[in-house]
């Protein structure tokens, strides 16, 4: 630990800035993740960067790093960003990690480079407290792919280091959980996602002679009807209610005298564990079957889908972190299950995973910015996480 540029790359909040000039609109790397190899190699990490690729799928850089022997703490993320959107709207540039009064703004600001930020500058100083032989192991596992397609990320630098026989006690992931205050709430699970297409088709024809047509608008809109009439569920002890939301209807029809042929539309459901992606199809073809009787044609696609909802059940890592929330913010956090889905989907079926990381409000909006004081609380926070995930028993005066 002795690198000049230590001392300055220490801080959350240059950190921050040195990942939020990176250009890493997913699936572009854009420099994030050699940045943070440099300086995790330079605390002595052994650094790996695995490239993944699938067909159909742009190749995505991913990093991992370990240091240490024993019960492995993994801090996970994603350097990759969503675009900016109109530049021009940014009170600051989009990649140009301004200050401006006591916020930092920039695309990744709180999704999710702040809180790798606040990973890193904690991990840092806690190796600079306690050396290398602190009792345990500490890990990163960063993708360039989850605002993306999520194929060549997480999902694969899970199974690669599985292969490697890397093993993971428990995982800490940095998405931005908060609503509205730094402490109000970890995430300890998600709920499962689904999306389906369906089509209803008519027969084409004069609107002045629908007798000789079959509009297939009507149908659609009574398929709709028949999904959206009742509730899925009302909710379970962890989950909210399950719900299904069409988020297009399309004709594409340019004429105001032709009766369309095909009418189409899109849905996805936010699902809990009352449901699995097979139970929920049963139950959505029972419905269309149900609107459509003799008379609606259709046919429903259900995409392939990676996300099932899934719980972590609170034990002593939870309240580790807990603990280290309260102690920094005087905030006891909920444990909640909202919101979308996460590369904590992946990394549970690796070890426990629980989420905590800064204020949610600006993610992937115009202005996306993150308070100074809030990087460094979380950093507070996570170093004392590593605190009492690898309690110092030299300084335990019964084991002295
Ligand atoms: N593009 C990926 C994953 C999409 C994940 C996305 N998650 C969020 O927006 C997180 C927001 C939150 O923390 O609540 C989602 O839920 O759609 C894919 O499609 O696999
Ligand atoms: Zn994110
Ligand atoms: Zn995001």
Redesign the pocket.
């Known amino acids: 630990m002795t690198d000049a540029a230590f001392p300055p790359a220490r801080s959350p909040l240059t950190l921050a800035q040195g990942l939020i000039r990176c250009p890493s609109v997913t699936p572009s790397e854009g420099g994030a993740l050699a940045y943070l190899a440099g300086i995790l190699g330079r605390a002595g990490f052994a650094v790996e960067r695995p490239v993944f690729s699938e067909a159909g799928t742009p190749d995505v850089e991913n990093l991992y790093a370990r240091i240490g022997t024993g019960p492995c703490l993994l801090f996970a993320g994603h350097t990759d960003v969503v675009p900016p959107g109109d530049a021009a709207a940014w009170r600051h540039d989009p990649f140009g990690g301004t200050v401006e009064g006591s916020e930092l703004f920039g695309r990744g600001a709180v999704d999710m480079k702040g809180g790798i930020a606040c990973m890193l500058a904690a991990v840092l100083a806690f190796l600079e407290r306690r050396g290398p032989d602190f009792g345990g192991a500490i890990a990163f596992l960063i993708t360039g792919d ?5 194929v060549n990320g997480t999902v694969k630098l899970l199974d690669w280091a599985k292969a490697r026989g890397e093993r993971f006690a428990h995982c800490l992931l940095g ?2 959980t908060n609503p509205d205050t730094l402490g109000e709430m970890i995430k300890i699970g998600r709920r499962g ?1 689904l999306t389906g297409d369906l089509a209803v088709h008519g027969v084409q024809g004069h609107v002045a002679y629908p007798h000789r047509a079959e509009n297939p608008i009507p149908g659609l809109l009574r398929l709709a009807q028949g999904l959206l009439a009742t509730p899925l569920d009302a909710g379970t002890a962890h989950f909210d209610a399950s719900n299904l939301e069409f988020t297009t209807m399309d004709v594409g029809n340019p004429a105001t005298n032709v009766i369309p042929a095909e009418a189409r539309a899109t849905f996805n459901i936010r699902f809990n564990d009352l449901w699995t992606p097979e139970t929920l199809a049963a139950e959505l073809h029972d419905r269309l079957a149900a609107a459509a009787g003799n008379t609606v044609r259709y046919s429903l696609d259900l995409r392939p889908t990676n ?1 099932v909802a899934f719980l972590t059940r609170p034990d002593a890592f939870v309240e580790t972190v807990t603990d280290a929330i309260e102690a920094e913010t005087g905030l006891r956090p909920a444990l909640s299950t909202t ?4 590369d904590a989907r992946f990394i549970k079926d690796a070890c426990p995973v629980i989420e905590f990381g800064l204020v ?1 409000q600006t993610m992937h909006q115009i202005d996306e910015r993150v308070a100074v004081a809030d990087l460094d609380r979380l950093a507070a926070i996570y170093g004392r996480v590593l605190d009492g995930y690898f309690p110092d028993a030299a300084a335990m005066p019964d084991r002295a």
């Open positions: 989850e605002e993306g397609p999520a998405e931005p996602s996300s919101g979308g889905t996460s949610g």
